[in-house]
């Protein structure tokens, strides 16, 4: 077929995608999928674990693009405290972003697969002894498919996240939830090794917090280590509100579960550090080296009375949902998978249950 007069044909890879295009990365995408899940850009930061104003540039900047591209935008405002409006062309988009990153996860992880039998897996620090030990149980197994395996330390509050990148294929360690069934963990597999509260660790005497429990109400009379970013602070987040720094007395501002206990330590700061229930055990049991002193911190069960659906800490193993049902009983996950589930029964066999967390060392994630 001869060209028609006058008219070029594009070159390949360029004038058939508009630059406009071009420029949307797949971070915007995941953030579009993020804006779609909570309803509100305040909703998307804070499952991005990044700022309401990062999140709304990019969702004005989405909007700007696609508005011209398609002739309407992806959302629309509907007032403060309000969740935004989808489009149909929003909605319509968002799907595409959601099979977009979901094959190019898959193209990845084929690419990955292909090259050689490499697996990789997280922790936090205080599940790390509960993964090697189960790891024991699959190493001769690992070295006869010729399995290289990858070990990782993983933030808490960057545990769900270094599997939905495809970075990781298994992690263990905690994350907050709530009591029944979570949609938000819809997307994972997990193993469960229990469920708790929280509690204060302190170096006050008794006169200024005597214990054995303590009202979330009665925080905001205490100072208190208060981390910057992570599962604690979704915790106060949850209890107080986005202003929680406003309304608590902040004797100290931590990174590191560590460093808040360095601090309670020297007696540098004279206050309280909240933890998860299975870290409050570990000091109270005198198993963790870097919370020894004398006199010892004291440990005190925080009750939550702050209303609502009510917080919880599960610690376990994750990994994608419907990934080890696609991979063959002697796939690395699936025998790494079962290798965490003899772990945890030996342990419950020897009186550990759920109940008190997964030995050895400090029995959940901080």
Not at 2 to 11: F, K
Not at 220 to 243: E, H, M, N, Q
Not at 292 to 309: I, K, M, S
Request: aromatic fraction near 4%; glycine fraction near 12%.
């Amino acid at each position: 077929m001869q060209p028609v007069q006058g008219h070029r044909t594009p070159a390949p890879g360029r004038a058939r995608y508009p630059a406009a295009l071009l420029d949307t990365t797949m971070d915007q995408l995941r953030t579009l999928l993020a804006v779609r899940e909570a309803g509100t850009a305040l909703g998307a930061a804070r499952l991005l674990g990044r700022g309401q104003a990062s999140v709304q540039k990019q969702l004005d900047t989405m909007n700007r693009t696609y508005g011209a591209l398609c002739g309407e935008p992806l959302v629309v405002g509907q007032g403060r405290g309000e969740k935004v409006r989808f489009t149909p062309t929003g909605a319509s988009l968002a799907e595409l972003a959601r099979s977009t990153l979901a094959d190019w996860l898959a193209g990845i992880d084929g690419c990955r697969r292909r090259q050689d039998i490499r697996f990789a897996v997280g922790s936090t620090r205080y599940t790390l002894g509960y993964l090697l030990n189960a790891v024991d149980h699959v190493t001769d197994a690992f070295a006869q498919q010729g399995v290289r395996l990858k070990v990782a330390h993983v933030r808490t509050a960057d545990l769900l996240r270094s599997l939905d990148t495809g970075g990781l294929d298994l992690v263990c360690g905690s994350v907050l939830t709530t009591p029944g069934p979570d949609p938000r963990l819809d997307g994972y597999e997990v193993l469960e090794w229990r469920r708790s509260g929280l509690s204060l660790v302190t170096n006050l005497p008794v006169g200024a917090l005597s214990g054995p429990r303590l009202a979330v109400r009665e925080l905001p009379r205490l100072p208190l280590a208060v981390p910057s970013s992570g599962l604690i602070a979704d915790v106060l987040r949850g209890w107080f509100g986005g202003r929680y720094r406003q309304r608590l007395r902040t004797a100290a501002e931590i990174d590191t579960l560590h460093y808040g206990l360095q601090l309670l330590t020297s007696r540098v700061v004279r206050g309280a550090l909240l933890v998860t229930r299975g870290i409050g055990e570990a000091i109270a049991d005198r198993r963790m080296p870097e919370a020894e002193t004398t006199p010892p911190l004291r440990v005190v069960e925080v009750v939550d009375d702050a209303g609502g659906p009510g917080l919880e800490v599960l610690v376990g193993a994750f990994t994608r949902r419907g990934e080890r049902a696609g991979c063959a009983a002697a796939h690395p996950l699936n025998l790494l998978w079962e290798g965490l589930l003899r772990e945890h029964a030996r342990h419950r066999r020897a009186g550990v249950s759920a109940a008190t967390g997964p030995p050895p060392g400090p029995r959940a994630d901080g």
